[in-house]
Nanobody, 121 residues
């Protein structure tokens, strides 16, 4: 069994900052990819940022480049998303994603329950 635990999120004024954290634990052989997606009301879930374990490459949505920074703590199987210069359009439920190999070497995708980020004055 794999558990994805998220923390952070909340209400912030435009121009403010927030930090989201996510930790994966349980029956994990290796984590191949880890990151954050978001879903606004009436919209599809979209990638915010992700990082590949194999080469450390980080991928960002165009809308967050230069404002958001994703970092990975390999020892703790965690990722942290530092969000700055937040805009009202960043308002969404943010979901942590982990693509990993289980102890049976099966690749699976796991999701957190989601954390609300609201940017409003």
């Amino acid at each position: 069994q794999v558990h994805i635990v998220e923390s952070g999120g909340g209400l912030v004024q435009p121009g403010g900052s927030l930090r989201l954290s996510c930790t994966a634990s349980g029956s994990i052989f290796s984590i191949e990819e880890m990151g954050w997606y978001r879903q606004a009301p009436g919209e599809q879930r979209e990638l915010v940022a992700s990082i590949l374990t194999t080469n450390g490459n980080t991928n960002y949505a165009d809308s967050v480049k230069g404002r958001f920074t994703l970092s990975r703590d390999y020892a703790l199987n965690s990722v942290h998303l530092r969000m700055t210069e937040l805009k009202p359009e960043d308002t969404a439920v943010y979901y942590c994603h982990a693509g990993l190999l289980t102890l049976t070497r099966t690749y699976r995708n796991f999701w957190g329950q989601g954390t609300q980020v609201t940017v409003s004055s």
